[in-house]
């Protein structure tokens, strides 16, 4: 299988839940804390002798995902803190030595399953736990000014041996595994630094059909790629402005990922959630330049996604049910942006995200007699195709149609939805 043939899948798929959570929804301070605070693996560790979510139902994950319209989630075995929610043959900081008692993956990768939902795996390729990962003069590392670590001897080839060991282990245990999301190379830690192409070539071998992020390191967006420069681009917290394209001017598969409030991991006291409006429209931004977008919840201590969260991802799939035609399978349309909001397009189906309703008919530059059937996609109610009166004297009849809309209000104003089948050319 190509990149091409492997991302298919995913790029109908457009919209994905990401899941953070470890030790550090215990602290509540988000999954940078220990590196923030500079804890030393001994302050953390009353975290590790508590974690004990009893609330922990990876089904209700599942459920709150495909409730919203996602079709793949993406959840942390392992954080840059190195806490393994999996039972690893190859550490003891793992889940299963927590009062937890368990191997907390597999229950994930079943639950989501049995959704019907694609399953992935993010891992982190920094490790501030393993002894053998460089401390003292790292740039993120929590003890990276700690003078007992200067002098300290590191023999990177072992924490290498772990690494690929892990992801032999997470890529043999579960079954089919859809995405491994790698977090991620900096400075001179990328590429054959961590051995990518033997790692590539292992996954490859257990997995042939998974899709890979770009963070191992490599260049994507070269026309003759690294093996390891990964399937798909990764956006963090921006939705790229021109959509991202190779050296060729080809499109590449990527993914946004964004938080719903400013952390990860869960954190008690950050409440500046999004908006689901802000969330649907980020989702047609995301689809409008054919990208997908990978949505972040933090469940908390006891294995809760926050109320918040649940509240937002709840009207977000409300919307998808009536909407979701307008997000999976689309592409960018070859249509500039419209002044009143965004295109996607899937075939002969032309989306129009109605954002602004302005005051009269909605005006489609370049559609006239091109449109077969308008129809308002929340409710398949029609819509008329009509050059207004007198409109011949101030606008571009030409080339351009109008479409009425009843009402001063749009029926959505999050985002008002009008399909519009155009002729077979
Ligand atoms: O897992 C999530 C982040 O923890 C991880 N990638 C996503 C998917 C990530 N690691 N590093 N970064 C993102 C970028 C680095 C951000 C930082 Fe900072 C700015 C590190 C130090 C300053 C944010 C603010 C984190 C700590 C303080």
């Known amino acids: 299988m190509n990149r091409i043939e492997r991302t298919k899948w995913f790029l109908d798929d457009r919209f994905g839940m990401f899941i953070h959570w470890g030790l550090y929804a215990i602290p509540a301070r988000g999954e940078w804390v220990r590196s923030r605070e500079k804890m030393s693996v001994e302050d953390y560790e009353e975290f590790f002798e508590e974690f004990n979510p009893t609330n922990y139902n990876p089904k209700e994950w599942a459920r709150a995902a495909k409730a919203a319209g996602q079709k793949y989630a993406v959840l942390t075995t392992k954080h840059h803190d190195g806490f393994c929610l999996f039972d690893s043959k190859l550490t003891d900081y793992k889940a299963t030595n927590t009062p937890a008692k368990r191997d907390l993956i597999k229950e994930y990768v079943e639950a989501f399953r049995e959704e019907g939902l694609k399953v992935g795996f993010y891992y982190s390729i920094i490790d501030w736990y393993h002894e053998h990962y460089p401390a003292f003069g790292d740039r993120n590392h929590p003890m990276r000014d700690n003078e007992d670590f200067k002098d300290k001897n590191i023999d990177f080839d072992q924490y290498l041996e772990y690494m690929h060991g892990q992801v032999r282990e997470l890529l043999t245990n579960y079954g089919k595994i859809d995405i491994m999301w790698f977090d991620f190379s900096y400075d001179d830690m990328t590429g054959e630094k961590w051995r990518a192409t033997e790692l590539i070539n292992m996954i490859r071998e257990i997995q042939p059909d998974i899709i890979i992020d770009n963070r191992l390191g490599g260049n994507i967006k070269s026309s003759n790629p690294e093996i390891y420069a990964g399937d798909f681009y990764s956006p963090e917290q921006i939705v790229p402005p021109g959509g991202i394209v190779d050296e060729n001017g080809e499109q590449i598969p990527w993914e946004a990922c964004i938080t719903l409030n400013d952390n990860w991991g869960y954190h008690s006291k950050d409440k500046n959630y999004k908006s689901p409006k802000q969330v649907i429209r980020t989702l047609v931004e995301c689809v409008s330049k054919n990208g997908n977008l990978l949505l972040n919840v933090g469940p908390d ?125």
């Not at 035609?325 to 960018?332: F, H, R, V």
């Not at 308002?376 to 009509?386: N, P, T």
């Open 301 to 425: 201590a006891k294995g809760l996604i926050p109320d918040e969260s649940i509240e937002i991802l709840e009207v977000v799939g409300k919307w998808m049910r009536r909407n979701g035609e307008s997000i999976y399978g689309c592409t960018a349309s070859s249509l500039p942006k419209p002044e009143w909001g965004r295109y996607t397009q899937n075939g002969n189906k032309l989306y129009a995200h109605v954002y602004d309703r302005g005051i009269g008919p909605i005006y489609f530059a370049g559609l006239k007699g091109k449109i077969k059937k308008a129809r308002l996609l929340a409710d398949g109610s029609e819509l008329h195709v009509q050059t207004p009166w007198m409109a011949e004297q101030y606008s571009d009849i030409e080339s351009g149609a109008f479409i009425n809309l009843a009402g001063a209000q749009l029926p959505d104003e999050m985002d008002t939805v009008i399909e519009l089948e155009l002729f077979d050319n």
